[in-house]
């Protein structure tokens, strides 16, 4: 599965969720909701881009 960056340098990893925020290992970027937020500079999904 692709990896996505916040532009603060946090990478989301679907391999590894995260779950402190309720997203489980194995949730595909898809499948995370559209309010999640980066969990270090609180910024929303569509600042996220393709690794």
């Known amino acids: 599965m692709k990896k996505y960056a916040c532009p603060c340098g946090y990478v989301y990893d679907p391999a590894v969720g995260d779950p402190d925020n309720g997203i489980a290992p194995g949730t595909a970027w898809e ?10 500079c609180g910024l929303g999904k569509d600042s996220f881009t393709e690794e």
Do not use: F, K
């Open 31 to 40: 499948d995370v909701p559209a309010d999640w937020v980066c969990p270090v």
